[in-house]
């Protein structure tokens, strides 16, 4: 362990059982309970948290490109080059290092609307007249727009006055 490691341990109240020992879930109905598998029933919990100082942030070797997150989806170029680092939007891992905003319409575009992605990337910009297109709860694929998710994302753009 070096001067920039530490640790901190403590005992606390299981999480998991509430301090009790004793567990009821889903198949547990009054007045029934099993001995907690977190703590072994003894209602506490022995934490250990190893942490390192922060100093600066390190450079990552093997990255070429960063999306500013992932609703879901499998980011690679693909076994043919098929794709390529902008297919899935983001930016270049050396401008991320600058501190560079992501540019406008960075979106992954190709692969979600602006209703699959927002929902990840920023919740408030999720539109809400995707549900006019009735799709299923969490099912952006599924939507009858989605084959034409260019169109959503043209309207997305004039909403927010994006060129």
Not at 19 to 34: I, S
Request: hydrophobic letters at 30%; glycine letters at 8%.
């Amino acid at each position: 362990m070096d001067k920039n490691e530490h640790v901190i341990e403590y005992d606390c109240e299981c999480e998991s059982c509430k301090g009790t020992g004793l567990y009821q879930g889903m198949g547990e109905r009054v007045p029934f309970a099993v001995v907690c598998y977190r703590c072994k029933g003894t209602g506490k919990r022995h934490e250990k948290i190893t942490y390192r100082d922060f100093i600066n942030r390190k450079v990552h070797d093997n990255v070429k490109q960063v999306v500013e997150c992932n609703p879901g989806i499998c980011l690679g170029m693909g076994k043919d080059s098929q794709f390529t680092l902008d297919s899935f939007g983001g930016m270049r891992y050396l401008d991320w290092l600058k501190s560079k905003p992501f540019p406008v319409k960075s979106e992954m575009r190709q692969f979600t609307c602006p209703a699959w992605w927002y929902q990840a990337a920023n919740y408030e910009l999720k539109p809400e007249w995707c549900h006019e297109y009735g799709f299923y709860c969490g099912e952006f694929s599924g939507c009858k727009q989605f084959q034409s998710k260019v169109q959503c994302w043209e309207r997305f753009d004039k909403e927010h006055s994006i060129q």
